[in-house]
């Protein structure tokens, strides 16, 4: 079905959890078996043939990256993923308007966690004009996204952000791609899959134009071994699914594909990667000035500007204490000119008397008693 959609121009997404779909982008082999079923369906004719294939994957390591930004995720479905409540729900979209409102852009993870703790940190600061935010509400955020970076967040959220616009391209054949996602280590990370599927509906919800009966769909989308998607699934991404699906086509025997039916070798993929109409837009991750660089470089500033006075005050301290103790051993001048003798003064003075006095004693005798 998907090799027949991409011949007549419908454009498909296609999520591979075994790694066998990749064959869609080789040429078929006619086998024996393959034979035997061509002769029993009544097919003279059959030609191998390979489909114009894109492949992506979340990890970047079998297919192009996927990437999405916090700020275009947004609140609403952020809270959802992480099961938050209503008042968390609350605090989370706090925290993005206070980032909008200082020009903050929340682009990846660590975005969003500095931007959690330098509310933290400000909260007394901004509940005047925010209102208050509790820290447990706090707490309950900043679990929710540890769970989402154990299971590989950071790879998803960050820049260059995908376009949907790469899933409907068409190759110089004006054949439209097969879209493969590798979900082989995907779909071992369930709340990742949801941010991903989460994300990808609703930008296809609001970016492709509401239409009534057309010729083709816009987009197909297959979903392999559905039920690992679906078994455990987070409520917002099941509600987002019945929002954007409108019909469900049931499974059926067809003719056999004109592609291979099996796994593509490394060598295969990485050909197919390297000659992608898209090779390059998405492969190196974009990290420039954001939240994270501007809360860092603002606190650094704020440690060197306070370093001066600090190191000032303790050179204060030190030649305070220096020139006392220089006072105590070596004697001082008093504001008229006076002099008053130090330690080592009266030590030495104290000395030279008892020398004296020895002297003295041994020229003229000491004291008979």
């Known amino acids: 079905m998907a090799e027949s959609f991409s011949q007549i121009g419908v454009p ?4 591979d959890v075994k790694g066998d779909l990749s064959g869609i982008g080789a040429k078929g082999v006619l086998t024996p078996k393959l034979q035997s079923r061509l002769e029993a369906l009544g097919v003279k004719y059959w030609h191998p043939a390979a489909c114009p294939v894109t492949f992506w994957d979340v990890f970047a390591e079998l297919g192009h990256p996927v990437r999405a930004t916090i700020s275009d995720m947004g609140p609403l479905l952020l809270s959802r993923l992480m099961n938050l409540n209503d008042v968390q729900r609350g ?3 706090l925290i993005f308007k206070i980032a909008d409102d200082n020009g903050l852009l929340l682009l ?13 940190e400000n909260a007394k600061q901004f509940q005047t004009e925010y209102g208050n935010i509790a820290s447990t509400s706090i707490g309950a955020i ?3 996204l540890l769970t989402l970076e154990q299971q590989g967040a950071d790879y998803f959220f960050g820049e260059p952000m995908l376009d949907i616009v790469d899933l409907i391209k068409t190759d110089p054949n004006d054949q439209v791609m097969v879209n493969i996602l590798a979900a082989e280590k995907l779909y071992n990370q369930p709340k990742l899959y949801a941010v991903f599927l989460l994300w990808l509906l609703s930008e296809l919800f609001e970016r492709l134009p509401e239409m009534g009966d057309v010729e083709k769909p816009k987009l197909v989308f297959f979903f392999d071994e559905a039920h690992l998607l679906f078994t455990n699934a987070p409520t917002a991404l099941l509600e987002k699914i019945e929002q954007v699906v409108r019909l469900i086509v049931q499974r059926a025997f067809v003719i056999a594909p004109d592609s291979r039916m099996g796994v593509l070798t490394a060598e295969e993929r990485n050909q197919l990667l390297n000659h992608s109409d898209i090779y390059g837009k998405y492969e190196k991750m974009l990290d ?13 500033n704020d440690i060197s500007a306070t370093n001066p006075v600090n190191q000032t005050t303790k050179n ?12 105590f051993l070596f004697g001082s001048t008093g504001p008229r000119g006076g002099k008053k003798e130090g330690l080592v003064q009266t030590a030495t003075k104290s000395a030279v008397r008892q020398i004296s006095n020895q002297i003295i004693r041994s020229i003229l005798g000491g004291r008979k008693r």
Not at 12 to 15: C, G, H, I, Q, T
Not at 288 to 300: D, F, H, M, P
Not at 316 to 327: A, C, H, I, P, Q
């Open 12 to 15: 498909v997404f296609m999520a």
């Open 142 to 144: 900043q679990r929710g």
């Open 316 to 327: 204060t301290e030190d030649n305070g204490f220096v020139g006392g103790l220089k006072d």
């Open 288 to 300: 420039r000035e954001s939240a994270y660089e501007k809360l860092t470089n603002q606190t650094t």
């Open 108 to 120: 990846d993870m660590k975005d969003l966690r500095s931007t959690v703790q330098y509310v933290v």
């Open 91 to 93: 605090v989370l979209q």
